[in-house]
């Protein structure tokens, strides 16, 4: 099936076809993926790719394939519901109106603003990925005027820090790898050049999908002849095809990367002509490097030296082919304590190799940001002395964080003060399942919510968070139901800007722009005044491509073709026209002078995991295995999909992966149950026995939550009984509060009969 | 009546599932049902640092291989949505010169 160019949607009144860009929800990163919805009798029958769309040429993941199924599925919530709070944990749920809703928002904000004397005592809580990432800043800021939001993860460790890191060392956004993403022909556009090898950092990209990038165009640059280099603790399926895998120790990126470099700039391999010209803090980070030889470099990470020396020349010289070379990290590099230093370092390796911006090389966006600077621009919604008064203020200035988040790790605390000394009161949870998938100790998450007047959540089916904690739940729609604009990476390096069309109704369902929209219509119209519907809003946010919304909507999906490498040289890097990088120094900042103002640290060091051998032998006596968590499943999406029969018929039940030496160790085998636990939590998965795991560590899955058992307290759909996030400790972060080590914490393990039965 | 063709390129199949997920969307099957299912070797090392690992569906007695669609001038449901761009459809002969081309880790299913 395709649709006319100029055109998003063909057929008769109750038999059509709509071509559309898919964010979300359910959870994704926006990638624009193209879809064709074909809608008949009023109901979603089928799902497409669209072969005219430029990033997915007609391909399309089961996440995609599977949104009839889930967009049906019986236990969906299709109308707004409350419940008395006295009621928390029990199914007495009670349909409402929106406006009956929105009366009860209002009320309970006026309430709780008043109690605690500000604006902060309403708290928004966001979850990850979904579009819900452009509005739940603007829930709070420009609706409940309050400083208090974040992601509730620990050490903030999702896309934002590298955000940050490659603001301050760059100027720019975090710099992807070059697809040919920028050019309206893409691969086929003359200036484009394929990687000559790619380095995989950290993560599954294919699995994952992360931060808008489409995972298999990996494969469409393998076959043009790019090869892999995996950096990862586990062999995943690229690691098969991989020239180098460097099976690195959890959390000792930096050392790696530290190493690498050492090796690079004693075996000469940088460039010149770039450090010399547009590099800042060389001769410090020579020194610093020659730390790390690789000699040490092999004892901490235990990747064999001679590895790391063939991955870095590989890095630094492509082969001398003349092409360049590039790098994709994943989450992986965020969620350790070295999260600030990997990431310097990783950036460094990029910049020092010439690999900036160049084909073939990690590239930077045009500096349009749409909706994705709009969103933080709202806290000037919010008085000074909120902002003063936010969450975490000591650890965050405002002007350090580039997301303008509260720091994540200082909120627990908060929620645990007696009622006469908390200034939060109210919750709102935008598609975010605390209780499952994001904070550190969840387990005691739930009772600090527990203390709250009133909260509210956004969500698509009844979660262990809205049952547990929530007295409003709001349904929201998915990527069929409304419509939206997708923005890739966020908006700070938006390569194409789609067009989410809707293509039907279904219950009572609003999207979080329509949410925050009309929320904020009520609490603080001055803030929407310009603007009399979304499209109106919608015009607005992308009036710098000249099109309206409804011209995108026949347009599909623009790419911006009026774009250049080496924007350094031309001017294009920086606000003012001038020709370098948008730094304090006009350089890139190898030596960062603001991390040292923050930190007392300027260059990337190596420090080891809090809960490692080296930092606490004592735990690691007591709890001798390596926990890393996190990877990614087809399946899923961090807590979602569990309730999908399709997708539950593939992945069942949470894994933990397991070396067959260290299985035999413990008494265990394919298909056991085993807990995982340590002195702050515990978790019960079933157990995968494989050789792509070192014997000494486990990974386990995350997000896990049994929407088939009773949701009524104290079970919450087994919302404990898997879960991994229950292991690590609140605040155990790295410098400059960024970082946490989800992938590099201690446990032992048991044999169990099963889910319940020791 | 010459016969078809499925060709799997399973040097790229990274075993995301889109293929059996199309084919049940195409054919409308129950949850106990494959059009197209797909199977593993496992990971083992070969050895040190060279592993091998690899994904392969396999046509079922119910691949109707899209005729529908193909008729219309589509491709197949599967070949279409694979992420991999690693499946092709058509004449054996024509597929058979194509996994010459293509080399290591083809295979054929005679449709």
Redesign the interface.
């Known amino acids: 099936?395709q649709i006319p160019e100029g055109e998003y949607r063909v057929g008769t009144d109750d038999d059509y076809y709509v071509r559309t860009n898919v964010w979300s929800a359910p959870g994704c990163h926006g990638a624009a993926c193209g879809a064709i919805l074909h809608v008949k009798d009023g109901k979603l029958v089928?799902?497409?790719?669209d072969?005219s769309n430029p990033i997915t040429?007609?391909?399309?993941?089961?996440k995609c394939?599977?949104i009839?199924e889930y967009q049906y599925h019986p236990d969906r919530i299709l109308y707004p519901m409350k419940r008395d709070p006295k009621d928390r944990g029990k199914n007495t749920w009670e349909r409402i109106t929106w406006d009956e809703a929105y009366d009860l928002i209002e009320e309970n904000y006026y309430k709780v603003r008043e109690k605690s004397g500000t604006n902060n005592a309403v708290l928004t809580l966001g979850g990850t990925g979904r579009e819900a990432t452009m509005f739940y800043p603007v829930i709070s800021f420009a609706d409940f005027r309050s400083a208090n939001v974040a992601a509730p993860i620990s050490g903030d460790s999702c896309y934002g820090p590298r955000c940050m890191i490659a603001s301050y060392m760059f100027g720019t956004g975090y710099p992807e790898v070059d697809s040919g993403m920028f050019f309206n022909k893409k691969y086929d556009d003359p200036r484009f050049e394929r990687s000559e090898y790619m380095i995989i950092w950290g993560s599954n990209p294919?699995?994952s999908n992360p931060a808008g990038y489409f995972?298999?165009q990996i494969?469409?640059m393998?076959?043009m002849g790019t090869k892999i280099i995996v950096v990862d603790p586990q062999?995943t399926?690229?690691?098969?095809?991989a020239e180098?895998?460097l099976q690195l120790r959890p959390g000792t990126d930096a050392a790696l990367a530290l190493g690498m470099l050492n090796v690079i700039i004693n075996e000469d391999l940088y460039d010149h002509d770039f450090v010399e010209k547009w590099c800042y803090g060389f001769d410090e980070l020579s020194e610093r490097v020659s730390e790390y030889p690789v000699e040490r470099v092999e004892e901490i990470t235990q990747v064999p030296a001679e590895?790391i020396r063939k991955a870095a020349r590989a890095y630094a010289t492509a082969d001398g082919t003349g092409r360049n070379c590039s790098i994709f990290m994943g989450v992986a590099m965020e969620m350790q304590v070295d999260c600030v230093s990997d990431i310097q370092a990783v950036l460094s390796l990029i910049a020092i190799c010439g690999n900036l911006d160049v084909p073939g090389g990690n590239v930077v966006g045009p500096r349009a940001s749409f909706t994705g600077a709009w969103r933080y621009e709202q806290i000037k919604w919010v008085s000074e002395e909120d902002k003063k008064g936010r969450i975490g203020e000591e650890r965050e200035p405002i002007e350090r964080n580039a997301l303008s988040n509260v720091q994540s790790d200082a909120i627990l605390p908060e929620l645990e003060l007696p009622d006469d000394e908390r200034t939060v009161r109210m919750i709102w949870f935008n598609s975010c399942n605390a209780l499952v998938c994001m904070p550190a100790e969840p387990q005691r998450w739930i009772e600090a919510c527990k203390k709250m007047d009133f909260n509210v959540v956004q969500d698509l089916f009844l979660t262990p968070t809205a049952m547990a904690l929530c007295d409003l739940f709001l349904p929201v729609a998915t990527f069929p139901e409304h419509d939206g604009i997708v923005q890739i990476h966020y908006g700070r390096h938006t390569p194409y800007l789609g067009a989410e069309v809707k293509a039907l109704d279904y219950g009572e369902t609003k999207s979080d722009l329509q949410v925050t929209f009309e929320l904020g219509k009520r609490l603080n119209p001055e803030a929407w005044a310009q603007f009399e519907t979304i499209e109106d809003f919608m015009d607005d946010q992308i009036a710098p491509t000249g099109l309206t919304f409804d011209e995108l909507r026949h347009e599909g999906i623009l790419s911006f073709d009026g774009w250049n490498y080496k924007k350094y040289e031309t001017g294009e890097m920086r606000a003012d026209g001038q020709v370098g990088f948008d730094t304090i120094t006009g350089m890139v900042e190898l030596y960062s002078m603001h991390f040292e103002q923050w930190c007392g640290e300027p260059l990337p060091k190596h420090e080891p995991s809090p809960f490692s051998e080296e930092a606490n032998p004592e735990m690691a006596a007591k709890y001798p295995i390596i926990l890393t968590t996190g990877g990614r499943k087809?399946?899923q999406f961090h807590s979602e999909w569990h309730q999908v029969?399709?997708m539950r018929?593939?992945d069942p039940w949470p894994v933990l992966t397991i070396n067959p030496e260290t299985a035999a160790e413990y008494g265990l085998s394919e298909k056991d149950w085993a807990e995982v636990y340590n002195d702050t939590g515990k978790a019960r998965l079933k157990v995968h026995v494989?050789?792509?795991i070192k014997p000494g560590m486990v990974h386990a899955t995350h997000g896990w939550w049994f929407p088939e058992q009773d949701g009524e307290a104290p079970n919450y759909f087994g919302a404990f009984k898997s879960n991994i996030n229950t292991l690590l400790p609140n605040d155990s972060i790295g410098r400059m509060y960024k970082g946490a080590p989800y992938k590099s914490n201690l446990c032992n393990i048991r044999r169990v009969r099963s889910l319940d039965e020791d | 009546m010459s016969r078809n063709a499925l060709l799997i390129n399973y040097q790229y199949c990274s075993g995301c599932h889109s293929c059996e997920f199309a084919c049940r969307n195409h054919l409308g099957l129950s949850k106990e049902q494959w059009g197209i299912k797909l199977t593993e070797v496992e990971p083992f090392e070969v050895e040190p640092g060279v592993w091998n690992w690899d994904y392969v569906p396999v046509p079922t007695k119910l691949c109707d291989q899209c005729l529908e669609r193909v008729q219309a001038g589509e491709k197949p449901s599967c070949v279409k949505h694979c992420q991999s761009f690693c499946m092709e459809y058509g004449p054996v002969a024509d597929m058979a010169a194509r996994a010459e081309e293509l080399g290591d880790k083809t295979a054929l299913f005679i449709l």
């Not at chain 1, 399926?237 to 095809?241: K, T």
């Open positions: 099936m089928d799902i497409e790719g072969e040429n007609g391909r399309l993941c089961i394939l599977g009839p294919l699995v995972g298999h494969i469409d393998m076959k062999i399926w690229l690691g098969s095809r180098y895998v590895l087809w399946t029969e399709s018929q593939i494989s050789t792509v």
